[in-house]
């Protein structure tokens, strides 16, 4: 694509985060569109919010699970940034009117303490560079419409990501098994979803190195000090104004929020 393409469409991106209106979906304006022009999409976008003023926090990545890719009707990770302001406190009232049809995930965050470099990242790296692990809940939004969306046009809406939050009781990679580490997902207390660690690429802290050798190729690394969101392992959840969301995940502790 033309760069001229790409700030075009970056442009539309951001006045449709701030007006909540989605602009219409970007494979059926530009069939030809490829997964890399969707990360050079993403990352223009990111320099722009830089440029504005929103600090890194970290990096999220998204349809790891099969329940998510059932979900979507699309088979293979993909990745978008966190910003500082995107992290929000457990117990959080969040205005619902800011966000366009958003969904609720569970997953785990790591906070690591060690930068992570690919190619040839491993699950043994991540758990050596990790702190520490953390319950979460993503908030997806969408800036694009979300009939017949593909990966590409995700990749270009950031992954999807809209907000999180954090909550629950931190703890070391290795002194839990993150496989079976399991949440409850209730929405004005009836039960909605289940899952467990597992269902992440066979265990969660799969899809921390898979990031780490996907953006290897583009010079860019993991660092220490952020936050990666490891992807969900159940399927999103439609939330709307009113609707209060509790995530169970039993030893690891609780976290809450409400949409007013």
């Known amino acids: 694509m033309e760069t001229s393409e790409i700030t075009a469409i970056v442009d539309e991106l951001v006045a449709a985060g701030t007006s909540r209106v989605p602009v219409k979906r970007l494979t059926a304006r530009y069939p030809g569109m490829s997964v890399e022009d969707a990360y ?58 800011k966000f366009t049809h958003p969904r609720v995930e569970v997953e785990l965050a790591f906070k690591l303490g060690k930068d992570i470099s690919g190619p040839g990242a491993t699950i043994f790296d991540v758990l050596n560079a990790t702190d520490y692990v953390i319950p979460a809940l993503e908030i997806l939004d969408s800036r694009i419409e979300m009939e017949g969306r593909t990966i590409v046009d995700t990749i270009s809406d950031n992954a999807a990501l809209g907000a999180m939050v954090l909550g629950g009781s931190p703890v070391r990679p290795m002194d839990v098994d993150l496989r079976w580490i399991s949440a409850i997902l209730y929405k004005n207390q009836t039960v909605e979803e289940t899952g467990v660690g597992a269902g ?44 209060t969301v509790l995530a169970d995940y039993g030893p690891l502790g609780t976290i809450t929020c409400q949409f007013a």
């Not at 926090?57 to 302001?85: C, H, N, V, W």
């Not at 953006?215 to 939330?239: Q, Y």
């Open 40 to 97: 050079r999409v993403q990352n223009a976008w990111r320099e722009r919010c830089e440029a504005a003023g929103r600090r890194l926090a970290g990096r999220k990545i998204g349809l790891t699970s099969r329940a998510m890719q059932a979900a979507t009707g699309i088979t293979e990770p993909d990745y978008g940034i966190i910003f500082e302001d995107m992290i929000l406190e457990n117990g959080a009232t969040i205005e619902w009117e």
């Open 200 to 243: 992440v690429l066979n265990h969660p802290a799969a899809g921390v190195y898979w990031l780490a050798n996907k953006i290897a190729a583009h010079g860019d690394g993991l660092k220490a000090g952020e936050v990666i969101l490891a992807g969900s392992f159940t399927r999103p959840m439609w939330v709307h104004a009113g609707d």
